[in-house]
């Protein structure tokens, strides 16, 4: 008796009903179809391709847990104790090593597998738009410019998510993460940037773990190897994603918040400081996180009537995010004309806000879409975390469900892996990267409830938590473990690995000898208008993307041409109508085409097509070349080093218009020539000749 009222009263103070409340949340969005609620009607290609994947990673959530609980129960038959004495060896070897270096190689380890990720599977290319777009301005930066140039003809520039400002060209992205990148570009290295902050984090983490559960220290450890060794995390740190610097400075703001509670209130200016550096990387996820550490570590003192002790600390966190809320405040404010001023919104205008209303794409985002692009977040990660059969989103939930109450420290853990998933949900963008910054608390506590069932069946208690039980978790995790080395790591692998199709149009092609060339990249005609309607049209990019389902590839190419006269040439002529509405249903009407390699054109049945857009169509007969992958790689207008300089091929009329700011560079065109091969770099009157003009195609 005497014994359960010590266990009620030294658990972390979190009523049992709420975390059997949270265990069964969990369940429910891990095993049941809570994404089909998902509007998936109309031209909505990204929510399609969503529900479709949930299916896959459902089924195979299911069929895996099923053959890892029945391996795990055949096992435990025959095999009771052999798992169970292997782990404890294990985590008594990896409680040897004092804390300082355990957590050195820690990091190490990390730090090194995400550079073979990098190297090996990425070959330091990026596989995401985000990395791209925060690269190039990362590389004006790197040369001392906030901004890139103002171009004389931005069409030919820009891509996805950068845009055109006052100050000239940039990112939409805030600067912590972009002076990062910097660093790496200036020393030459951008390839270490993922898997060094990788590093950091695993380090500050390992350090944190113990500290946080500290009287699970070989639990504690665990979780941190995991995290260190994490496929979900590595995958994401081959590149150089923002959530990387947010991680980081996440776990920066855990240990220096453990630090200041255990020692000197100075450790709050290492607080502030970690927690601006991650709002100005991720803004929402540093606020949660950076509000939630020093609350849930901090506030039994404050409860305790240590007013004094809070304050002083308090006004430490403050004065060391100062600093980074007036430079964001500055480069907002320089930028994008407000101190509060995000450069998403000047990307995307308030649509890109978070709250239920129509997102950027034109789609309606209220809570049953939130809900629904949760149940994906959640099942994606829960099998991604580790790669595992088993979710380990579907384990933390039983843990909660139906295991002993959270030990002392866990609940901060449960409140790290929650609230992100929480605070996303109020934000239109999903995607299982999002969950990165949290990923660490997911598998921290996947660990601790995973040793707490196991010890609980071992203890001598009868009743649910039998030795039985106890046996057939251990081998569940250890069965799941061996399928995720074995099939689910090389799967994912594969999965990201470049296919040679890819790489042909991704990788600089082969320069002939001579001054730096500029190299025209042939790009589709949607790209074209596109870039076209930012460029000189000045349209933001919540509203050019409805505008290209909603109307005609010709009728946009009419438009464009009126929009680029009126403010290049000061042209009045009227512009033409088209529908410029931004919700997500195209018209009834519009027929989706495609010619070459499946570049999409959208006309009506009855539409006659201007010589111009027959012109644009036969540009793009044999396929076409995406710009961005390839812009990053070579010189970049105003940092030209010596490389290749790549733009968009807009037809020749304003291609010989940027051609003359460049007249020492011998110009090429990039692009596919033929419907079989790959894309070849061919000499620019040849290229445009047989592309745009009425010649039979390049010779030799």
């Known amino acids: 008796m005497k014994q359960a009222q010590m266990e009620r009263t030294e658990g972390f103070n979190l009523p049992r009903l709420l975390e059997r409340g949270l265990g069964a949340a969990l369940l429910i969005f891990g095993l049941l179809p809570v994404y089909r609620a998902l509007d998936t009607s109309?031209?909505?290609?990204?929510?399609?391709?969503?529900?479709?994947?949930?299916?896959?990673?459902?089924?195979?959530?299911?069929?895996?847990?099923?053959?890892?609980?029945?391996?795990?129960?055949?096992?435990?038959?025959?095999?009771?104790?052999?798992?169970?004495?292997?782990?404890?060896?294990?985590?008594?070897?990896?409680?040897?090593?004092?804390?300082?270096?355990?957590?050195?190689?820690?990091?190490?380890?990390a730090f090194a597998l995400a550079l073979g990720v990098a190297e090996l599977l990425y070959q330091g290319l990026y596989k995401n738009m985000d990395e791209i777009a925060s690269a190039v301005h990362a590389r004006y930066m790197a040369s001392g410019q906030l901004a890139g140039p103002s171009l004389a003809f931005p069409e030919g520039w820009l891509v996805t998510n950068t845009l055109m400002v006052q100050e000239g060209w940039v990112s939409q992205y805030p600067p912590s993460h972009l002076a990062i990148m910097a660093i790496f570009f200036r020393l030459g290295i951008s390839t270490l940037t993922g898997p060094v902050l990788m590093g950091v984090m695993a380090w500050l983490l390992a350090l944190s773990f113990p500290r946080l559960l500290p009287q699970h220290e070989g639990t504690a450890r665990v979780g941190a190897l995991l995290t260190a060794m994490s496929p979900f995390l590595l995958f994401l740190a081959g590149g150089s994603l923002s959530h990387l610097t947010a991680g980081a400075a996440g776990a920066g703001i855990l240990y220096a918040t453990l630090r200041a509670r255990e020692g000197h209130a100075l450790w709050g200016l290492a607080v502030g400081g970690a927690v601006g550096i991650m709002v100005c990387a991720r803004p929402l996820v540093g606020l949660v996180l950076g509000t939630a550490f020093p609350l849930a570590l901090w506030g039994p003192d404050l409860f305790q009537s240590r007013i004094r002790w809070a304050l002083n600390r308090a006004a430490w966190v403050i004065a060391g995010g100062l600093p980074f809320a007036l430079l964001l405040g500055s480069y907002n404010h320089r930028l994008f004309g407000g101190i509060t001023q995000f450069g998403y919104l000047e990307a995307f205008g308030s649509n890109h806000e978070m709250g239920f209303h129509l997102d950027p794409w034109g789609y309606m985002y209220g809570i049953e879409s939130a809900l629904a692009f949760t149940s994906i977040d959640l099942l994606a990660v829960g099998v991604q975390f580790l790669e595992t059969p088993l979710p380990l989103t579907v384990a933390v939930g039983a843990f909660l469900l139906l295991g002993p109450r959270l030990p002392k420290g866990a609940g901060t853990v449960l409140a790290w892996a929650l609230l992100p998933a929480l605070a996303n949900a109020f934000y239109w963008f999903h995607d299982a990267r999002m969950m990165f910054e949290a990923a660490p608390a997911w598998i921290l506590l996947g660990t601790l409830g995973i040793g707490q069932m196991v010890t609980k069946s071992e203890s001598g208690d009868r009743g649910l938590w039998t030795r039985r039980l106890g046996h057939i978790t251990a081998w569940a995790v250890g069965v799941s473990l061996l399928i995720s080395a074995g099939w689910g790591v090389p799967n994912r692998w594969g999965v990201y690995s470049w296919t040679g199709e890819t790489l042909d149009r991704i990788q600089i092609p082969d320069l002939p000898t001579g001054p730096p060339s500029l190299i025209f990249v042939h790009t589709s005609w949607n790209e074209r208008l596109s870039s076209r309607l930012q460029g000189a049209g000045g349209m933001r990019q919540d509203s050019i993307v409805p505008a290209l389902r909603r109307n005609t590839s010709c009728q946009l190419h009419q438009y464009a041409d009126a929009r680029e006269a009126r403010a290049r040439y000061a042209s009045e002529a009227s512009l033409p109508a088209v529908d410029l509405d931004q919700g997500a249903a195209a018209p009834e009407g519009l027929v989706l085409g495609s010619v070459g390699r499946g570049i999409a054109v959208r006309t009506r049945r009855e539409e006659i097509l201007t010589p111009e857009c027959r012109r644009e169509i036969q540009a793009d007969r044999f396929g076409a070349v995406a710009l961005a992958p390839l812009l990053w790689q070579g010189d970049l207008p105003g940092d030209e080093r010596g490389g290749p300089l790549f733009v968009r091929d807009l037809g020749p009329e304003t291609n010989d218009e940027i051609r003359a700011l460049f007249p020492d560079r011998p110009a090429f065109v990039f692009s596919f020539f033929d419907l079989t091969g790959p894309p070849v770099l061919v000499p620019y009157e040849e290229a445009m000749g047989f592309l745009w003009g009425e010649r039979s195609g390049p010779q030799g």
């Open 42 to 109: 109309g031209d909505a290609p990204f929510r399609q391709a969503s529900v479709q994947v949930a299916e896959t990673t459902l089924q195979y959530a299911w069929w895996g847990s099923f053959f890892v609980v029945l391996m795990a129960v055949l096992l435990a038959f025959f095999f009771s104790d052999a798992l169970i004495r292997l782990a404890r060896n294990m985590v008594r070897g990896l409680c040897r090593p004092g804390l300082p270096l355990f957590a050195a190689l820690v990091g190490l380890l």
